[in-house]
């Protein structure tokens, strides 16, 4: 969710809950002050009735509201004296509406010739129902007219705003350490100007470190190829003289199988290095299904020697646009760690679907480590020809061209492929 529909939506939240509290508060203050006002009138009414009492302008006693919106009748002086005046809500039946309506209704009483009377004064009221419904519709208005204002301001204001951040998060997006090249928007926002300066400085750093990274692994790499094998071919022309030792050959074997190891671990590293720092550009579209054909092939002699059953299930095939000599190692690695990590007489099951690749081995009769398995220089037994980074390359590879690899144990290894993007 982008940021401007995130606040968007946490303002639709707090809003509906402020409108709500504040409806409530104006409903009783408006409804307060109705009373406060039916109440003066009724008083007021309270007062002139009185009045005209006492000039015999009303016949007395007032018996039924009729015509009028008042009655009065006499009461004895014990009540009259104990009486406080007493506004309350009715119900009246009103002959236009034929229906019982709400009235406000006055109890007072009042001293004429000697004599109490209680008279009952009433005046028409607003419906509370009627006025809940209206100010319902009215605050329903009020809040779909506040959020259509609040998305127009981020539709047109907030996003003029906003455009420098996104125009940096488009920079970053596309920004690769090949091409070290990003532009940022000037703009007056001090925060966004701080954010270019800091984002740009980072870069910088990282571009270097890369680079000082990548010059040192080349040089690195390079500088050891050539003592490797010149020391490589000194041992091997040692080894072939006549009068050497069977403890002398020994030795000198020993010494080019840790040599040789070196040599596999100076180039997995190297490939390793490559493969993060994505200098395999180069794509094209890849027939997995060729790659497996080959890839099993070359590993012909390997199953034979260590009496492995491989099973390929080729009906379909599975096409992915990448790197062809990373989708050589890629697959390689797969099927050589299920050969390695497989036991004598054990089986290979290989099934290649349109989007997915899973390859299942007998071995080991427990689960791996999950969170160490893709991790470097991880090995299950010491190796003198396992150098720890089959899988880190699979994974190394798989994160570069955003396929998803997963390992689950069900009695056998399953390693699947997911290269659905």
């Not at 907030?158 to 990003?182: G, V």
């Not at 928007?185 to 925060?191: G, K, P, R, V, Y």
């Not at 390793?272 to 890849?286: A, D, F, G, R």
Request: charged residues 20%; aromatic residues 10%; glycine residues 4%.
């Amino acid at each position: 969710m982008k940021v401007l529909n995130y606040t968007t939506s946490y303002l639709a939240v707090v809003l509906l809950f402020v409108i709500t509290i504040w409806a409530a508060v104006f409903y009783f203050a408006m409804l307060d002050e109705i009373y406060d006002s039916l109440d003066d009138g009724l008083d007021n009414r309270k007062g002139l009735i009185i009045q005209k009492a006492a000039r015999d302008s009303i016949q007395l006693p007032v018996t039924d509201f009729g015509e009028n919106d008042f009655t009065i009748k006499e009461i004895d002086n014990g009540n009259a004296i104990q009486f406080l005046d007493v506004y309350r809500d009715t119900l009246m039946f009103m002959q236009n509406e034929q229906d019982f309506e709400p009235v406000r209704l006055l109890e007072s009483v009042f001293q004429l010739n000697d004599k109490y009377y209680k008279m009952q004064v009433i005046t028409s009221m607003v419906e509370e129902d009627d006025l809940i419904a209206e100010l319902l519709y009215a605050l329903i208005g009020l809040y779909i007219g506040l959020i259509a204002i609040i998305l127009i301001l981020n539709n047109f204001l907030l996003k003029r705003i906003w455009r420098p951040f996104y125009h940096l998060l488009k920079q970053l997006k596309n920004f690769k350490l090949e091409k070290p090249s990003i532009e940022v928007q000037q703009t007056n926002i001090d925060e966004f100007q701080l954010l270019n300066t800091a984002v740009q400085r980072m870069l910088k750093s990282n571009i270097d470190s890369y680079n000082s990274q990548k010059n040192f692994i080349e040089n690195a790499s390079h500088e050891l190829q050539t003592p490797l094998a010149i020391t490589i071919n000194k041992l091997e022309v040692l080894a072939e003289q006549e009068n050497l030792s069977e403890e002398g050959s020994n030795l000198i074997a020993s010494a080019l199988d840790n040599l040789e190891r070196l040599t596999r671990l100076n180039r997995s590293l190297f490939l390793l290095s490559n493969i993060e720092n994505n200098q395999y550009l180069v794509s094209q579209p890849i027939s997995i299904k060729e790659i497996l054909k080959k890839v099993i092939e070359d590993f012909g002699d390997q199953l034979s020697y260590s009496q492995i059953t491989l099973n390929f299930n080729d009906q379909q095939d599975c096409n992915v646009t990448m790197n062809p000599d990373l989708a050589i190692i890629f697959i390689t690695n797969l099927v050589k760690n299920a050969i390695v990590h497989n036991h004598p007489g054990g089986t290979i099951n290989i099934f290649l679907k349109s989007n997915g690749l899973t390859i299942d081995n007998t071995g080991k009769n427990q689960s791996l480590d999950k969170q160490k398995l893709f991790t470097r220089f991880n090995k299950e037994k010491q190796s003198q020809t396992s150098t720890g980074l089959g899988l880190s390359i699979v994974k190394a590879i798989a994160d570069l061209y955003y396929f998803s690899v997963s390992y689950t144990f069900t009695g056998v290894h399953v390693m699947q492929v997911d290269f659905k993007k």
